[in-house]
């Protein structure tokens, strides 16, 4: 029976989908102006675990994830490079795919842009202003009447009357109220805009969430999901402008995963403190990073360094150390493995328990390889399939633990001097059998002896 964290209700709930074994469920994207940086990693993949812990127990999933291509940050950005908003937005969503294959995460289902969803817009914010829950000043803008939305800060536990402290209306600005947001933006000289019933502009981002859920799945969906800097304001104007729209419960779940953070401070490119995913993959491999991302549970922060992408390196060369030389077969056994490993996952995406059960696995793979490789290779698909779960050990075990050797190593001379270190040995010459091995080692080579033979891999 899966459970999820609700950050609706701050507890750990019993995931019922609203329409049998459906499951509908909208996930904040990108906002396309730059490469993505690892804190965007962070969330793509988080999702992508639950997408696949949510098809692997059997539910019929459809999994939307929105494309922000028109806000501040996007203008700003084609106008310094010189280039139109849709040039630079096509660029870096191709980017976004590229970093999104190397991690091995699967793309979502549906994958709307703001830009193709400007009527829907139109018609929400026309419905929330016949309403009275928002008002157009005149001036080409639009706002939503914070106030006047009985539930406002029920997901973030938010005051009303504490948020207005310290708050201000900026001079340029037409609110009636400092906490009103805006959901449509009048056209300024230079920038790109659209035709509305208030003049020609923008959408501002909350509302482009609220249309483009609600479009993909409906009035009320399933889960919501993000990473948890969204909780406020963004998604609490979600739910604000959602509800007061449909008059129906916006979404049944929250799901916020946490933040990668350097030196205690989330990872953002507002703090100059980010790594690209591109950067990261240039040193380390895409399934030492996915595993980094994938081995600490969804709500919790990780802390980036050099030392914990070494952990996850070490790690999946056990799995794969384990899983090396046994033949492909199809999995056998483990059922107590499997009960453990889906109870964790049960657990509100328990990852942490979930790896501590592959590595049990693995203990009982190494001690059945000596003496029946039969079923070693059983329990090593089974291994491959539950890991699978998680995104990682796909690979053939022998091409990940070489993985980087090109261009450091000639893997033919390698093999070469194997060859001649496995004949000195037979002739008993330990001495050439010592000189070779630590010629290997120089070249940062390390050799693997086993019964099956001698292996390598690359040193750190």
């Known amino acids: 029976m899966l459970t999820i964290y609700n950050t609706l209700t701050k507890s750990k709930e019993v995931f019922k989908p609203l329409d049998g074994n459906k499951v509908r469920m909208y996930v904040c994207g990108m906002t396309v102006y730059d490469f993505c940086h690892l804190g965007h990693g962070r969330s793509m993949v988080a999702f992508d675990l639950v997408t696949r812990w949510l098809r692997f127990s059997g539910y019929e999933l459809t999994y939307v994830r929105n494309i922000t291509d028109i806000d501040d940050k996007i203008i700003n950005r084609a106008r310094d490079n010189g280039e139109t908003f849709d040039t630079l937005t096509a660029r870096m969503i191709d980017a976004m795919h590229e970093d999104e294959a190397r991690l091995n995460i699967l793309p979502p289902d549906l994958e709307p842009r703001a830009t193709d969803h400007i009527p829907g817009m139109h018609a929400m914010i026309q419905t929330l202003v016949d309403k009275d829950y928002a008002y157009a000043p005149g001036n080409g803008d639009v706002y939503y009447r914070v106030g006047k939305f009985v539930g406002y800060g029920k997901l973030s536990r938010k005051k009303i009357e504490d948020l207005r402290i310290g708050a201000r209306i900026e001079v340029d600005e037409a609110k009636h109220d400092p906490l009103d947001f805006v959901l449509w933006k009048g056209v300024k000289p230079g920038e790109p805009s659209w035709e509305s019933p208030w003049g020609p502009g923008r959408p501002g981002w ?63 490119k507002s703090l100059n403190n980010f790594f690209t995913i591109r950067d990261v993959l240039e040193k380390y491999h895409p399934e030492v990073v996915r595993y980094l991302l994938v081995s600490s549970h969804y709500r919790s922060s990780i802390n980036y360094s050099e030392d ?98 090109e261009g450091r190593v000639d893997a033919e001379q390698v093999e070469a001097l194997i060859e001649a270190r496995l004949a000195a040995r037979a002739g008993k010459n330990w001495a050439e059998s010592d000189r070779i091995r630590d010629e290997l080692t120089a070249l940062g080579v390390v050799l693997e002896d086993s019964k099956g033979g001698t292996t390598w891999r690359l040193a750190d």
């Open 206 to 268: 909350h509302i482009e969430c609220s249309v483009m859920s609600t479009c993909c799945l409906g009035d009320t969906f399933d889960i919501h999901g993000g990473g948890n800097d969204l909780e406020f304001p963004h998604h609490e104007n979600e739910i604000a402008q959602s509800e007061a729209a449909t008059g129906k419960p916006y979404a049944n779940a929250w799901m916020h995963c946490g933040m990668i953070r350097i030196n205690g401070e989330k990872m953002s």
């Open 308 to 405: 914990s992408l070494k952990e996850s390196k070490g790690a999946l060369e056990r799995f794969y150390h384990a899983l090396r030389g046994l033949p492909r077969v199809e999995p056998v056994g483990g059922q107590s493995y499997i009960e453990r490993f889906t109870q964790a996952m049960n657990d509100d995406f328990g990852t942490p328990e979930a790896c501590a059960v592959l590595f049990d696995m693995v203990r009982e793979i190494n001690r059945l390889r000596e003496g029946d490789e039969v079923a070693a290779a059983g329990l090593a698909a089974r291994l491959r399939e539950l890991a699978g779960v998680l995104g990682v050990l796909q690979m053939d075990a022998e091409d990940f633990l070489k993985a980087g050797a």
